[in-house]
């Protein structure tokens, strides 16, 4: 069992930056990716960004040169920086783990590809 928890979400205007945190403990493992996933109301499920143990990363379009994802080298904590923050981004973020290399989901696919969640945190950006 993978336990997660998440910080640092919170309200910002347009432009601000926030950064989540995730630590994970538990049981470890050779080959995982851990992701930051959101969704909001009427939206669908959607991976934000990913790194896998070897340290490759993904980012969705939407947030490719305004979030960085990166871990601790412990492979226990990893970290979301959000800087110029839109409205679109508000959502609930959820760092989850999926065990192997397939990392990319979209939809309810989501919640079938990600073994282990975290309780989720809450970004609201205002205009």
């Known amino acids: 069992q993978v336990h997660l928890v998440e910080s640092g979400g919170g309200m910002v205007q347009t432009g601000g930056s926030l950064r989540l945190s995730c630590t994970a403990s538990?049981?470890?493992?050779?080959?995982?990716?851990m992701g930051w996933l959101s969704q909001s109301p009427g939206k669908e499920w959607y991976l934000v960004a990913a790194?896998?143990?070897?340290?490759?990363?993904y980012y969705a379009g939407s947030v490719k040169g305004r979030f960085t994802i990166s871990e601790n080298g412990a492979n226990n904590t990893v970290w979301l920086q959000m800087n110029n923050l839109k409205p679109e981004d508000t959502a609930v973020y959820y760092c989850?783990?999926?065990?192997?290399?397939?990392?990319?989901?979209?939809?309810?696919?989501?919640?079938?590809?990600?073994?282990?969640w975290g309780q989720g945190t809450q970004v609201t950006v205002s205009s």
């Open positions: 989850a783990v999926t065990i192997g290399t397939n990392y990319y989901c979209l939809g309810n696919g989501c919640l079938a590809l990600y073994d282990y």
């Open positions: 538990g049981r470890t493992f050779s080959t995982y990716t």
């Open positions: 790194i896998t143990n070897s340290g490759n990363t």
